[in-house]
């Protein structure tokens, strides 16, 4: 059974930087996209970075220059490196690992920026 673990989220001020990882266990196959999402009170989800296989990634336009995306194939494990934390982006961050015989999504973690 796949499981996607985050951790690293918290609280933290306006200004301030925080590390999520994501671990995948349960299969030998490095998913083909791993994906951040966040979802704040009242809000849709949204995808917030992805990076596939091969190190291509793609950002939320508000985030875009803040946070950065990576992966560890032999660990199965992608981050979220997120600098210059606004309140706005206070949310659920949840992870995402998907291949085309696969969509497993972590627990979430919480992420709160105060101003």
């Known amino acids: 059974q796949v499981q996607l673990v985050e951790s690293g989220g918290g609280l933290v001020q306006a200004g301030g930087s925080l590390r999520l990882s994501c671990a995948v266990s349960g299969t030998a196959f490095s998913p083909v996209a791993m994906n951040w999402y966040r979802q704040a009170p009242g809000k849709q989800r949204e995808s917030v970075a992805s990076?596939?296989?091969?190190?291509?990634?793609n950002y939320l336009h508000s985030v875009k220059g803040r946070f950065t995306i990576s992966r560890d194939n032999a660990k199965n494990t992608a981050y979220l490196q997120m600098n210059s934390l606004k309140p706005e982006d206070t949310a659920v961050y949840y992870c995402?690992?998907?291949?085309?015989?696969?969509?497993?999504w972590g627990q979430g973690t919480q992420v709160t920026v105060s101003s």
């Open positions: 995402n690992a998907w291949t085309p015989h696969l969509d497993a």
């Open positions: 990076i596939s296989r091969d190190g291509s990634t």
